[in-house]
């Protein structure tokens, strides 16, 4: 906020858009739509974070088949992971260089681009770890989809919306979906499953060919990211 | 002086904190300056670590007001939390004291203070 000028509005507006998207998620944990003013209005717990910008505690379960190709392409609609990467990060605030980035999901992405032979502009849809708002700010400039620093403003023009030029979350995200803290990441990538698959109903992004999860945990020293797509 | 594999651990890490002292290592290997504690040296992997004395001045880099807190710290809300650059260059995350919480911005200086919570030493910030 201190460097690049990110307001709580904008970050209000990625809480606003996930709960937007989770209304139409049926297993969702929060399906109820919410308004900016709510966000701004809810009570701080860290500022400039406040109830609304955090994701809540959630029970959930997720689970995926992985097949070799060979058996995969005798099933219905295999969805192939192009790309796969983790990186690490000092886990300690005081040991990072530069608190407005993550620099493990810069590298992860890197890695997981070059695996899967393309790049932030060739992905259709994103789930990422919108544990808080600005993480979701954040993750969206590490991933490459905007510059850093623009990520604030891109969310609060939509352009992370469902119907937008990238959508991000899709299922709701850890904001709207819930955060089951072991059964995340395996949660997002069943929803860019349905996603590259068509079948995911009021919330399908037309057309997704390609998809991107990313999952973050011990204070963003730790990050994963996966891209999938299908034939 | 020679190195030492460990010369301080976080146990005297906090005992030196809690008498009024905030230490840091230097690499004998590098230079490279590190606060807390740790095994390796993070810029050259080396294990040469020699004990620093810092003179406990620096500037909020960044910060935050708890107004929910862990159950043990619950009577304490709110209180500031902030990363602080030391004048030596390295950043250690510490409770802010004594500087009221509208005042707390980036690049406010501040000076280390020692704090007890719960009988545990603990790194503090209070005014320069």
């Given amino acids: 906020m201190e460097k690049y000028g990110t307001t709580e509005a904008q970050m209000a507006a990625v809480a606003v858009k996930n709960h937007r998207h989770g209304a139409l998620n049926p297993k969702a944990q929060f399906q109820k739509q919410i308004t900016i003013d709510q966000v701004l209005r809810s009570a701080y717990v860290a500022d400039p974070l406040k109830l609304y910008d955090c994701c809540p505690f959630s029970d959930g379960g997720a689970a995926l088949v992985l097949a070799s190709e060979e058996v ?3 099933h219905r609609k295999p969805v192939w992971v192009l790309g796969s990467a983790a990186a690490s990060d000092w886990m300690l605030l005081g040991d990072k260089r530069d608190l407005s980035r993550v620099p493990a999901t810069e590298r992860a992405a890197a890695a997981a681009y070059r695996q899967a032979g393309v790049g932030p502009r060739d992905v259709d849809v ?46 709701g995200g850890l904001k709207a979906k819930g955060h089951p803290i072991g059964a995340t990441g395996a949660a997002q990538i069943a929803e860019i499953v349905t996603q590259i698959r068509g079948e995911a ?4 992004v037309d057309g997704a060919k390609t998809g991107l999860t990313h999952t973050l945990g011990g ?5 994963l990211v996966s891209l999938f797509g299908r034939d | ?31 490279e300056l590190a606060i807390p504690p740790r095994q390796l040296c993070p810029a050259c992997h080396a294990k040469a670590w020699q004990p620093v004395d810092l003179r406990g001045e620096g500037t909020i880099a960044s910060f935050t007001i708890i107004r929910v807190a862990p159950r ?5 809300a709110p ?4 990363v602080v650059k030391l004048r030596e260059g390295v950043s250690i995350l510490g409770r802010l004291v004594d500087i009221p919480l509208e005042k707390v911005s980036v690049g406010l200086p501040v000076r280390f ?7 545990q030493p603990t790194v503090g910030f209070g005014p320069s």
């Fill in chain 2, 113 to 119: 203070r020692p704090l007890v919570i719960g009988n």
């Fill in chain 2, 1 to 31: 002086m020679a190195a030492t594999e460990s010369p301080i651990t976080a146990r005297a890490f906090f005992e030196r904190v809690r008498a009024g002292q905030l230490t840091a290592l230097k690499c004998g290997s590098c230079g």
């Fill in chain 1, 201 to 204: 109903g009021p919330r399908q």
């Fill in chain 2, 79 to 82: 209180y500031a939390l902030a």
């Fill in chain 1, 72 to 74: 995969a392409r005798r």
């Fill in chain 1, 219 to 223: 204070n963003t020293a730790t990050v």
């Fill in chain 1, 126 to 171: 994103v789930e990422l770890h919108d544990c808080f708002t600005i993480a979701e700010i954040v993750a969206t400039e590490g991933l490459g989809l905007f510059e850093p620093g623009a990520g604030g403003r891109a969310a609060e023009a939509g352009r992370t919306s469902l119907g937008g030029e990238i959508p991000v979350n899709p299922s």
């Fill in chain 2, 72 to 76: 043990a710290h619950a009577g304490d």
